[in-house]
């Protein structure tokens, strides 16, 4: 079957092929996402996109896009598409024949006679842009002209025109080097072959960004056009426009085409389009390699880092990626204990340093040594475990039921805010964090006695029965027959959350088989959906099922009933390792339906969340690390036959 393949009848219909996102990353950090049809529809599209030294590494916007018009008997046929109020302008959507991914994005045009191919892709290590464009058929001497847009702004914000952008241009071997202001890289623009670049500077305006309007932010850009590239194409002849913050030898730009398309990898399945998407998030800088969290907006955080890792890397045998992003994060887990903290983003998670403990976790699975592990992480762990006994600056503790407190709000994953309140109260003892808590004793006292630390043991051997007790105590209710997201100084609360998922998926737990399948059940009647597990039962007065409107709206509705994918990597867990192959076909049966979210939205990557409503409709990031990673595990997990 043909892979991410879209034809005519889908792709000219706007309401459709507009939903449509692709991302393109490389290892340079650079990375390019658009809609199918090349119609930007957010602030974050854009051809060549580059982190920029001078900014701090931030992402910035340099070519948004590049309209192509196709000329015979002089009559000018323009392949481009923008949005502006009121109009689509031009229109040339309606010229597309076919859109396909595999193994690299690929446009092509059908004006009369004559069928165009166009193909894009970035330079591995270069902030480099390549696009060729192939004339198929033409029964008449044709002309293309490229007209490139630029933007030179923050992914973050938007630009208008004004008097300090330097429009001059300056004249390189087939092409033109334009820098608009200052601390910005040069852009170079070139063609493989001979053209004439005809110099006419202007600025499109009220360019329209539609998601960023339904998202309720600025969605107007003004766009700098410095003039245009034109040549004649011939029949079967192929024609690269490069774009890139270094210059070129045009001799050597179609050859450089064909040697990064040889390193390209298929998506043509399931197995190899998360293959391919789970290599974008590696980033690698210098000696730091991390994970950036999703595209086209985010960056990198501890929790998510941890969360994401073994399924990026480990559940693709790539042990060396793995130890290199351990290895840049393990740095700085310390650091939210110091008064240093607020150089880091996430500062304040408390539950960041059990994360990292289940990471390892994943890795002893792998196969790793547990006295290897204590010998070279050890240390650090102990650290960890004085802060939470004996109190941080975090405002947490052990208290002396072995369970930990907090007195913090937006401390946990659930810690989204709507102008400094937040939407989700969430203090006391929180279910996932003393779950976790349980579980990283006993996966320390664990490594501790496979490395003979008699001093650890004789100190910590003796919590995790107080903390059981303690916690099936303060946590399980027996009439209703699952846990309490979080209890504290006023009372209990009872919503049905994915939270207390983690007292069965975690490898230690607290409960009994009984409770734990009491919770699964629950878990499994009100949460789990075909696009991962519900934040908030569809039962409860503040459930939200359908993420739209303003900013303000979607925050409410993010862990008030949005699903998100990575939950159901836990539900796998927690279902396999109860029920062993007997839950295997169940596990299958949700895992296959996650094959469509590669068709629907970012393509060939899975959203960062679904409404909570059918029919589970994907939001926010189009392509997002943790649920990738996730769906990866789970595959792994099956394929494995682990639990026969």
């Given at each position: 079957?043909?892979?991410?393949?879209f034809?005519?009848?889908?792709?000219?219909?706007?309401?459709?092929?507009?939903?449509?996102?692709f991302?393109?990353?490389?290892?340079?950090?650079?990375?390019?996402?658009?809609?199918?049809?090349?119609?930007?529809?957010r602030?974050?599209?854009?051809?060549?996109?580059?982190?920029?030294?001078?900014?701090?590494?931030?992402?910035?916007?340099?070519?948004?896009?590049?309209?192509?018009?196709?000329?015979?008997?002089?009559?000018?046929?323009?392949?481009?598409?923008?949005?502006?109020?009121?109009?689509?302008?031009?229109?040339?959507?309606?010229?597309?024949?076919?859109?396909?991914?595999?193994?690299?994005?690929?446009?092509?045009?059908r004006?009369?006679?004559?069928v165009?191919?166009k193909?894009?892709?970035?330079?591995e290590k270069?902030?480099?842009?390549?696009?060729?464009y192939?004339?198929?058929?033409?029964?008449?001497?044709?002309?293309?002209?490229?007209?490139?847009?630029?933007?030179f702004?923050?992914?973050?914000?938007?630009?208008?025109?004004n008097?300090?952008?330097?429009?001059?241009?300056?004249?390189?071997?087939?092409?033109?080097?334009?820098?608009?202001?200052?601390?910005?890289?040069?852009?170079?623009?070139?063609?493989?072959?001979?053209?004439?670049?005809?110099?006419?500077?202007d600025?499109?305006?009220?360019?329209?960004?539609?998601?960023?309007?339904?998202?309720?932010?600025?969605?107007?850009?003004?766009?700098?056009?410095?003039?245009?590239?034109?040549?004649?194409?011939?029949?079967?002849?192929?024609?690269?426009?490069?774009?890139?913050?270094?210059?070129?030898a045009?001799?050597?730009?179609?050859?450089?085409?064909?040697?990064?398309?040889?390193?390209?990898?298929?998506?043509?399945?399931?197995?190899?389009c998360?293959?391919?998407?789970?290599?974008?998030?590696?980033?690698?800088?210098?000696?730091?390699?991390?994970?950036?969290?999703?595209?086209?907006?985010?960056?990198?955080?501890?929790?998510?880092?941890?969360?994401?890792?073994?399924?990026?890397?480990?559940?693709?045998?790539?042990?060396?990626?793995?130890?290199?992003?351990?290895?840049?994060a393990?740095d700085?887990?310390?650091?939210?204990?110091?008064?240093?903290?607020?150089k880091?983003?996430?500062?304040?998670?408390v539950?960041?340093p059990?994360?990292?403990?289940?990471?390892?976790?994943?890795?002893?699975?792998?196969?790793?040594?547990?006295?290897?592990?204590?010998?070279?992480y050890?240390?650090?762990?102990?650290?960890?475990?004085?802060?939470?006994?004996?109190?941080?600056?975090?405002?947490?503790?052990?208290?002396?039921?072995?369970?930990?407190?907090?007195?913090?709000?937006?401390?946990?994953?659930?810690?989204?805010?709507?102008?400094?309140?937040?939407?989700?109260?969430?203090?006391?003892?929180?279910?996932?964090?003393?779950?976790l808590?349980?579980?990283?004793?006993?996966?320390?006292?664990?490594?501790?006695?496979e490395?003979?630390?008699?001093?650890?043991?004789?100190?910590?051997k003796?919590?995790?029965?107080?903390?059981?007790?303690s916690?099936?105590?303060?946590f399980?209710?027996?009439?209703?027959?699952?846990?309490?997201?979080?209890?504290?100084d006023?009372h209990?609360?009872?919503?049905?959350?994915?939270?207390?998922?983690?007292?069965?998926?975690?490898?230690?737990?607290?409960?009994?088989?009984?409770?734990?399948?009491?919770?699964?059940?629950?878990?499994?009647?009100?949460?789990?959906?075909?696009?991962?597990?519900?934040?908030?039962?569809?039962?409860?007065?503040?459930?939200?099922?359908?993420?739209?409107?303003?900013?303000?709206?979607?925050?409410?509705?993010?862990?008030?009933?949005?699903?998100?994918?990575?939950?159901?990597?836990?539900?796998?867990?927690?279902?396999?390792?109860?029920?062993?192959?007997?839950g295997?076909?169940?596990?299958?049966?949700?895992?296959?339906?996650?094959?469509?979210?590669l068709h629907?939205?970012?393509?060939?990557?899975?959203?960062?969340?679904?409404?909570?409503?059918?029919p589970?409709?994907?939001?926010?990031?189009?392509?997002?690390?943790?649920?990738?990673?996730?769906?990866?595990?789970?595959?792994?997990?099956?394929?494995?036959?682990?639990?026969?």
């Open positions: 079957m043909d892979y991410l393949k034809d005519k009848a889908r792709l000219v219909n706007t309401e459709y092929s507009l939903k449509k996102e991302i393109r990353t490389n290892r340079a950090g650079s990375f390019a996402s658009s809609t199918i049809i090349n119609c930007n529809t602030k974050y599209h854009g051809l060549l996109i580059c982190p920029i030294e001078n900014f701090g590494g931030e992402n910035h916007v340099l070519l948004s896009s590049l309209d192509e018009t196709l000329i015979q008997h002089g009559a000018p046929f323009n392949l481009g598409i923008h949005k502006f109020p009121g109009e689509y302008s031009p229109k040339g959507h309606k010229y597309v024949r076919e859109y396909e991914m595999d193994p690299i994005p690929a446009i092509t045009y004006v009369g006679g004559i165009l191919k193909e894009f892709l970035l330079v270069e902030q480099r842009v390549l696009i060729r192939t004339l198929v058929e033409a029964h008449s001497p044709t002309t293309i002209r490229f007209q490139p847009f630029l933007a702004r923050n992914i973050h914000s938007l630009t208008k025109a008097l300090n952008a330097n429009t001059r241009a300056s004249i390189v071997d087939n092409g033109i080097g334009l820098r608009l202001y200052d601390g910005f890289p040069c852009l170079y623009m070139q063609t493989s072959k001979k053209s004439e670049f005809i110099h006419v500077p600025w499109y305006y009220n360019i329209e960004y539609k998601e960023e309007k339904k998202r309720g932010y600025e969605c107007h850009e003004d766009l700098y056009v410095p003039g245009y590239f034109e040549m004649e194409i011939k029949k079967g002849e192929p024609i690269v426009f490069s774009a890139g913050t270094e210059e070129i045009p001799n050597s730009i179609a050859k450089k085409f064909d040697e990064e398309l040889k390193k390209r990898v298929r998506r043509d399945s399931f197995e190899n998360l293959e391919n998407s789970a290599e974008q998030f590696i980033s690698r800088k210098g000696k730091e390699t991390s994970i950036i969290n999703g595209f086209p907006w985010f960056s990198t955080s501890e929790r998510n880092t941890y969360l994401a890792l073994p399924g990026l890397t480990l559940a693709r045998n790539d042990e060396q990626t793995f130890l290199e992003v351990l290895n840049t393990y700085k887990i310390l650091y939210r204990f110091s008064n240093d903290s607020i880091y983003t996430g500062k304040d998670s539950d960041v059990l994360w990292f403990m289940w990471t390892l976790q994943k890795y002893v699975d792998f196969g790793a040594d547990k006295a290897e592990l204590w010998k070279n050890g240390k650090k762990v102990k650290e960890i475990f004085k802060h939470y006994k004996f109190g941080s600056r975090l405002s947490i503790k052990m208290h002396d039921n072995g369970l930990l407190w907090i007195i913090k709000q937006g401390v946990t994953w659930m810690n989204v805010q709507n102008k400094g309140t937040f939407v989700n109260r969430r203090m006391g003892y929180v279910v996932e964090l003393n779950a808590w349980y579980n990283s004793i006993c996966f320390a006292l664990e490594m501790a006695v490395a003979g630390d008699k001093d650890f043991i004789g100190e910590w003796d919590i995790p029965e107080t903390l059981k007790q916690f099936v105590e303060t399980w209710n027996e009439e209703k027959s699952y846990l309490a997201d979080y209890v504290d006023t209990k609360s009872w919503t049905v959350r994915p939270n207390q998922l983690f007292a069965v998926s975690l490898p230690y737990s607290c409960l009994s088989n009984e409770k734990k399948k009491s919770v699964l059940n629950v878990v499994g009647k009100e949460l789990v959906t075909s696009r991962g597990l519900r934040t908030l039962s569809p039962k409860n007065k503040d459930y939200i099922g359908v993420v739209k409107g303003s900013e303000k709206n979607r925050n409410c509705a993010f862990h008030n009933g949005s699903v998100f994918p990575w939950l159901f990597g836990h539900f796998a867990d927690a279902y396999l390792n109860l029920y062993k192959t007997g295997e076909s169940t596990i299958q049966r949700y895992l296959n339906g996650f094959e469509y979210c629907e939205h970012g393509l060939g990557s899975i959203s960062e969340i679904y409404d909570g409503n059918p589970h409709k994907p939001n926010e990031a189009t392509s997002y690390a943790l649920s990738v990673a996730e769906i990866i595990r789970v595959s792994k997990m099956l394929n494995q036959s682990s639990f026969k």
